[in-house]
């Protein structure tokens, strides 16, 4: 069940919402766990973008390397 102040929006849609909203949710506690990155060092859209790109090519190429070199350590322990 969920629960919405919209009533202008069918039930579907309101479902819908949160479904991208639940995506969302998954996707920064993957930042948080995945790419450890606790705190934003900025609050701007473009700050915060750069910094999960940055994040995410890191762990990309850490993990290329670590497949590459057959590495049995997490790439977390690499970094």
Not at 28 to 38: S, V
């Amino acid at each position: 069940m969920f629960l919405t102040n919209n009533f202008t929006l069918p039930a579907l849609t309101i479902a819908e919402l949160y479904c991208c909203r639940w995506q969302v949710e998954l996707f920064f506690k993957l930042t948080k766990k995945d790419f450890h990155i606790k705190v934003f060092f900025g609050t701007s859209e473009n700050a915060v973008k750069s910094q999960i790109w940055i994040a995410i090519s890191t762990y990309i190429l850490v993990a290329i390397l670590k497949k590459r070199m057959n590495i049995d350590a997490s790439p977390y322990t690499l970094l």
